[in-house]
């Protein structure tokens, strides 16, 4: 589940910000259990623990199964994620392109795999031949196991404007056959054919629906991922705000006509989890991949 600092995340909020609801989350991240055990584990009443239980649910974080004459809680989430507003400099210029995600320029991918439009799949799934179907421009999810894609954004900058900053913005997540939302794989970053650094993502996460994701796509596939924003600057590379690696502006080649952005899945990887990369109107960001050139 991934929350940001809005009124649409406050019911999370509010259901977290409890003691006694924390330790029901504890309880149940072990067993399923039903209103009477839990209550009997926590020493307080039915009635209250049902009260509790409510809450969470409400919130998202668990759900109820009957069985029988029971109703059983179960935790439906493994891992909860905020996201903060992105901070801006106002003192550069910049220069903005967004990649829808079926606009790659080339690929190389291994089943599972696929790509899902607006109404439907793409083609065949698994099938890495429809990677070429020109449909492939209105993807708005594609996904793989194995390999890599590769897109290219113009290079706007001119003669006259230095590059003071590079923001990638894009959502990701890994890829199970349908989901799993505790599956971790190393995605890599590479811009005109350097390798930036990997990012390990932590799960393809279908415990709630993505809030853009259409609603032809079954419940049990992924729904979302997390947005991941990549800084590159003259002092090193950032993800999230953190330090990330020491690749810096100076590594780039920023010459080309264009910018090469490539994710990629390495033989190597220690997580070889796949990737999934989520567009404009799936998962919970309405956005493509989004590439922003901070200039003087």
């Known amino acids: 589940m991934q929350l940001d600092i809005s009124n649409n995340s406050l019911l999370v909020y509010k259901a977290l910000a409890n003691p006694m609801r924390l330790k029901i989350i504890q309880i149940l991240a072990h067993e399923r259990l039903n209103v009477k ?32 004459h029971n109703k059983i809680s179960r935790l439906k989430v493994d891992n909860i994620s905020i996201r903060f507003p992105e901070r801006i400099y106002p003192s550069f210029e910049v220069h903005e392109s967004n990649i829808p995600v079926g606009h ?35 993807a708005g999810m594609i996904w793989f196991s194995n390999g890599f894609v590769e897109y290219q954004a113009p290079n706007f900058l001119t003669q006259n404007e230095h590059l003071e900053m590079l923001d990638l913005s894009m959502e990701l997540g890994s890829e199970f056959p349908f989901s799993n939302n505790v599956w971790p794989s190393d995605i890599t970053f590479f811009i005109n ?34 947005q991941k ?61 989004n590439m922003k050139l901070f200039y003087s």
């Open 193 to 226: 054919e350097v390798e930036i650094g990997t990012w390990t993502s932590p799960g393809d996460f279908s415990d709630t629906r993505g809030k853009y994701t259409p609603a032809w796509v079954p419940d049990n596939v992924n729904q979302y991922g997390i």
């Open 104 to 138: 790659y320029t080339d690929f190389s991918v291994e089943p599972s795999c696929g790509l899902a439009g607006k109404t439907a799949y793409i083609g065949k799934v698994d099938n890495p031949t429809y990677f070429m179907d020109p449909h492939r421009m209105e």
């Open 37 to 68: 055990e839990i209550a009997k584990k926590l020493g307080i009443s039915n009635t209250i623990t049902l009260k509790h239980l409510q809450q969470l649910a409400d919130a998202g974080i668990i759900n109820f199964e009957k069985e029988g």
């Open 229 to 289: 924003i990549l800084r590159i600057t003259d002092h090193g590379t950032y993800l999230d705000g953190q330090p990330f690696t020491d690749v810096s502006l100076n590594d780039l080649d920023t010459s080309q006509q264009t910018f090469k952005i490539r994710f990629a899945i390495k033989p190597d990887a220690v997580n070889n989890g796949g990737c999934t990369i989520f567009g404009k109107g799936f998962g919970n960001y309405d956005q493509d991949i």
